[in-house]
C-alpha cells in the first residue's frame, strides 16, 4: 500500500427512504465534483418527524478523499 495523503470534508445526506439511502445520496452527489474518494465514516444521525412518523433522515458524514501527487 502507498502512502497517500487524505483530505476530509463532511457532508450531509437526505433521504425520505432511510439511513442508508441518506449516505448514498451524499456520496453519488459528491462523487460529481470530488475526485479520488476513498472512505466515509457516519458521525451522526437524525430524523424529521411529521404527525408521529419519520418522514426525513438526515446523516452526517466525514468523507476522505486522495489528493492527487501530480503525476499523470
Request: charged share 25%.
Amino acid at each position: 500500500m502507498s502512502a497517500h495523503t487524505y483530505k476530509l470534508i463532511e457532508l450531509v445526506g437526505s433521504s425520505t427512504i432511510g439511513t442508508d439511502d441518506a449516505i448514498r445520496n451524499a456520496i453519488e452527489k459528491s462523487s460529481q465534483t470530488v475526485r479520488n474518494i476513498d472512505w466515509f465514516e457516519v458521525t451522526e444521525t437524525r430524523g424529521h418527524i411529521v404527525d408521529g412518523k419519520v418522514a426525513h433522515y438526515q446523516v452526517t458524514l466525514k468523507v476522505g478523499f486522495r489528493l492527487d501527487t501530480g503525476d499523470a
